[in-house]
Nanobody, 111 residues
Framework: QSQLAESGGGLVQPGGSLRLSCTGS????????VGWFRQAPGKEREGVSC???????FVADSVKGRFTIARDSAENTVYLQMDSLKPEDTAVYYC?????WGQGTQVTVSS
């Protein structure tokens, strides 16, 4: 009886920005570590960023200085702000919390 839903993906030029949202329905995100993962065609799923219950944060080296994770408990939402996007950021981005995966949102960075 829980669900995660991602939104905010789309097509953007290199150097542009997107903000992804992960919203829980029947799943309190402030009670879990929440992670963002991505998977590009032909590649393994990789961790991008994670925020812990106590505010601990992980950001992959490939996106440090460009991506920022944040939690809004009142909205039961975790955001991934993505700036200075590069073509290699193109992937389906997934949110994970507890035992639940979202369905993913496509991010395409292309000129």
């Amino acid at each position: 009886q829980s669900q995660l839903a991602e939104s905010g993906g789309g097509l953007v030029q290199p150097g542009g920005s997107l903000r992804l949202s992960c919203t829980g329905s029947g799943l309190p995100l402030d009670s879990h570590a929440v992670g963002w993962f991505r998977q590009a065609p032909g590649k393994e799923r990789e961790g991008v960023s994670c925020i812990g219950i106590s505010g601990q944060m992980f950001v992959a080296d490939s996106v440090k200085g460009r991506f920022t994770i944040a939690r809004d408990s009142a909205e039961n939402t975790v955001y991934l702000q993505m700036d200075s996007l590069k073509p290699e950021d193109t992937a389906v981005y997934y949110c994970y919390a507890g035992t639940t995966w979202g369905q993913g949102t496509q991010v395409t960075v292309s000129s």
